[in-house]
């Protein structure tokens, strides 16, 4: 087998070839990636919420009072219903412990909405929290340059694609992303 020196040396070989081979092997090198999200699992949330309505009506300080979980519109959130501010709060922390025991994070849930409270009963919509907006996606490439500058990470709609030439790089940036606590949840997808 010739070396590249040899080549480089031999004068029946050009150098642009040369050079053209080099362009090829450092256009092969292998580069691997994945994908930063902030989704929800449908399954699961559909499994959560049918343990959520089970213990519901099993709760003995439930009975008789208009307490349950329905879905908002099109399976986008939970619209919870109690008779009071402290039934829905109630509701809500059986929601995370059902999200917890499903391996699910409870950052999905977007508790910003205010309490409605009409006809005696109190109605709170949770809807999940689904994709990066602008703002999330630039906190999280922020954070990947500034702890490793060799990985590159890049806003493509609503996830971070994150790409480099390393298997353990791209492990280390997702032990750094679990590390670090977003108020929004993040997923990865895509990893190859």
Partial sequence: MVSYRSRVRSPTVAPNIVDYFVFCYNKAMATYSF???????????????????????????????????????????????????????????IIRKKLASREQSSKILDLSKIIATSNMKSTKEVPFIDGLDQEKAKKLTKLIRDEFP???PQIQGEAVQV???????????????????????????NYR
């Fill in 163 to 189: 790409v480099g030439s390393s298997k353990d790089n791209l492990q280390n940036v997702m032990q750094l992303i679990k590390a670090h606590d977003l108020n929004f949840p993040v997923t990865f997808n």
């Fill in 35 to 93: 994908d930063i999200v902030s989704e929800y699992d449908k399954a699961e949330m559909n499994n959560v919420f049918a343990l959520v309505q089970k213990e519901i009506s099993n709760r003995y300080d439930f009975k008789g009072t208009p307490a349950e979980i329905d879905w908002l519109g099109d399976k986008i959130g939970f619209k919870i219903i109690g008779s009071n501010e402290w039934q829905i709060d109630s509701i809500i922390d």
């Fill in 150 to 152: 060799k990985i590159k």
